[in-house]
């Protein structure tokens, strides 16, 4: 797997502008840059179209024949395409003859429609470019508690590999420690599809067809977004107390709770308890044995809203298993735009929230 690396974000910094963590907030001592800034290229003032250059995306997915090995040599197949790298001739995907590349240009396209609405921040190519995201504040943030501010994001996606379709969705940051607080797949509108990863269209012959409609989705969200900072709000007034917790914890990890401990010796069964998982043993470190990111705060310490950042602290930077640190961090965040850490982060928020 190849990533972009933060080369760019590296001559921001020689440059004087220095390296950004979630907005323009490093001289705030934030403790852990975001996994957008581990895996993407960060960038600060330059145009979407600059960005994609700056993160080696300015190239074309071409739509080639696809062949496969005879008894007499290869052959072309008639229900098949393949899609190539027009920079370096890489393949990015076996597709059916009726498929149609959306372009990186697309991401570029919508970016540019909303910039006076947002600002880009991120791009992101994933296994060689054949995920692309970009990722941009939209001008939302609020403070939670004194010193505690969180940001909404919208981001823009695009596969070669038929792993997703085009689309975008949103999320909500806490920047002091890049917490992921919420996944949103926004709202349905004439023309676009929704699905677990947000609002999508199918990779077809013709533009995007939301482009349009984007700027009200936009002031939408950036509306919305006071409610959910208000929902954070009063999890920071409520006192966690151990039964609380206890509750809270069972609803976000129902799915691990379901099977069955087994004895590795005897093979004996019983059910699974919460101190059998190695999550919750790593998000009580996190709420109060020092390792959390940003526990000390009033409204933070000993509050629901204490516990949710150490549930969120543990999916967005602790899960994982691979060996290699680049590996686990796209395998992260996959897991929170969409995945089994976002639909975790959900039902923990509901479960803070019905308290």
Known sequence: MTLTTNAVSQAYAAGGKGLMVYGKYRDHGYAVAPLTDKLGTTVSGVSANEAFRLAGLNWTADKRPAFFMGPDGPIESKEHCSIVRSDNDQLLGIHGRAYTPIQNTALVEVLDFLREDIEVENVLSIRQGRRVYATASIRAESEVVPGDKVRRYLHVFNSHDASSSFGIFFTDVRLRCANQLGFLAGKAFSGALRDKAGLRVRHTAGAPRFLEQLP?????????????????????EIPLTRELARRILEVTYADKLSRPHTNRRSGEQRPRTLDDLAEVSTIRSHYGQGTGYGMDLDGVRGTVYGLFNAITQYETHDSGRSNSDLERARTRLESLWGGPASQRIAQARLACLSC
């Open 216 to 236: 009200g989705l936009i002031d939408l969200e950036r509306r919305s977004f006071e409610r959910s900072a208000d929902d954070l709000r009063r999890m920071s």
